[in-house]
């Protein structure tokens, strides 16, 4: 083979990515129905329509890394007939009116969306069998104050201990509460989620599955046993809304065992105690109000002794998550 010089057939061209101009207009896609996020499960949306009908959608790739949560009001196109082959696309999130966020720990500054467009957040803690862990609910509060969700406090297995101390520690922050048993406290908490679109929260084995086979006879959540050392079993292993009988909207939530709280800053906490934070304002910059804290306004006002002190045990236990 004798050598040869090279021509312009011997280079190549590495072709363009695209032969469409780029361009920053997005469609607006008017034609979108509007629907609510019941479920996620691996890349597919159940959504459910304003008729009650549920259909499953995907994401489409302009809503960029912006995460699709349970609760989410969305605009959807493409086939919504519902069929078995039937799928949508999610083009639009509207805006949320709350947000209740976690980080895998504390060390990660990186929130997790969990539930949008929430009203309420109920907090389950048995009162035995596991033993309630007053810290993990003190952070689920801040986790509700945070998000914009009015907290509530369930406590389950009346019928193995008493409720008094917990009620106790959390009066002074004004949190309600419903105490329930095997044959007590359902219709009250019926009640108060009436109308309403509530998250169902805790530690694993505190009952909430129960619960929610209580207000949505059909949902037939599976129920488990709590283990022999005191832990709950994961039995609930994905977010879902159901429709509450009579109206409204109850989200069941795995179970868990931590709650991070890696970027809420203790401003963030002190925001939901407009009668603190107005004092606060008079704090040296970067005050922690944590107790013993030189020259913490929060010290000097004439404020409930009890309402501040279950305040800075919020606010210590967003500390010691974070040291």
Known sequence: ?????????????????????????????????????????????????????????????????????????????????????????????????????????????????????????????????PPPRPRLVDRCLVAAYDGGLEPLLCLTKSDLASPEELLALYRPLGVEAVVTGPATGVPELKARLAGRTSVLFGQSGVGKSTLVNQLVPDAQRAVGDVSGIGKGRHISSSVIALELPGGGTVIDTPGIRSFGLGAVTPARVLAAFPDLAVAAERCPPGCSHLPGTTGCALDEVGVSAARLDSLRRLLVALAEGAT
């Open 1 to 129: 083979m004798t050598a040869r010089e090279l021509d312009e057939d011997d280079v190549r061209v590495r072709p363009g990515r695209s032969s469409r101009p780029r361009t920053r207009i997005r469609p607006a896609h008017e034609e979108a129905v509007a629907a609510t996020v019941v479920t996620v499960d691996r890349g597919r949306y159940r959504l459910r329509l304003a008729d009650g009908s549920i259909i499953t959608s995907v994401r489409a790739r302009e809503l960029g890394r912006r995460a699709v949560v349970v609760g989410d009001r969305v605009g959807v196109v493409g086939d919504i007939a519902g069929g078995p082959d039937a799928l949508g696309r999610i083009v639009r999130i509207e805006p949320r009116s709350s947000l209740l966020r976690r980080t895998p720990d504390d060390s990660d500054p990186v929130e997790r969306a969990v539930v949008a467009n929430a009203d309420l957040l109920v907090v389950v803690t048995a009162l035995a069998d």
